[in-house]
Nanobody
Framework: QVQLVESGGGLVQPGGSLTLSCAASGFTFGSYAMSWYRQAPGKERELVARITSVGGGTNYADSVKGRFTISRDNAKNTVLLQMNSLKPNDTAMYYC???????????????WGQGTQVTVSS
């Protein structure tokens, strides 16, 4: 059974930091690109950060570059999102995503966690 379990969300003041964690199980974690998405009320879900399955290449939304860092530990099946200098408009539900492209006859796989709420407010 595939599971992505996020943790680490909460209430933080502007300028503060949080680290989100996503614990994965039920699939070959090292073969999947891992991402964090977020969705604020009334807005579409957007990609925050992604880390590749091989090589650990990363990319970030422009709005979080220089403030957020994504990392993964393939031995522990975990992906982290370190968030610094948080702003009120970072407030959203944050979701962990695992994605693997189609390989030959095996279709693509796309898994989601339930989300963890991050609220940035004074």
């Amino acid at each position: 059974q595939v599971q992505l379990v996020e943790s680490g969300g909460g209430l933080v003041q502007p300028g503060g930091s949080l680290t989100l964690s996503c614990a994965a199980s039920g699939f070959t974690f090292g073969s999947y690109a891992m991402s964090w998405y977020r969705q604020a009320p009334g807005k579409e879900r957007e990609l925050v950060a992604r880390i590749t399955s091989v090589g650990g290449g990363t990319n970030y939304a422009d709005s979080v570059k220089g403030r957020f860092t994504i990392s993964r530990d393939n031995a522990k099946n975990t992906v982290l999102l370190q968030m610094n200098s948080l702003k009120p408009n970072d407030t959203a539900m944050y979701y962990c995503n695992a994605f693997r492209r189609a390989i030959l006859a095996v279709p693509a796989r796309d898994y989601w966690g339930q989300g963890t709420q991050v609220t940035v407010s004074s």
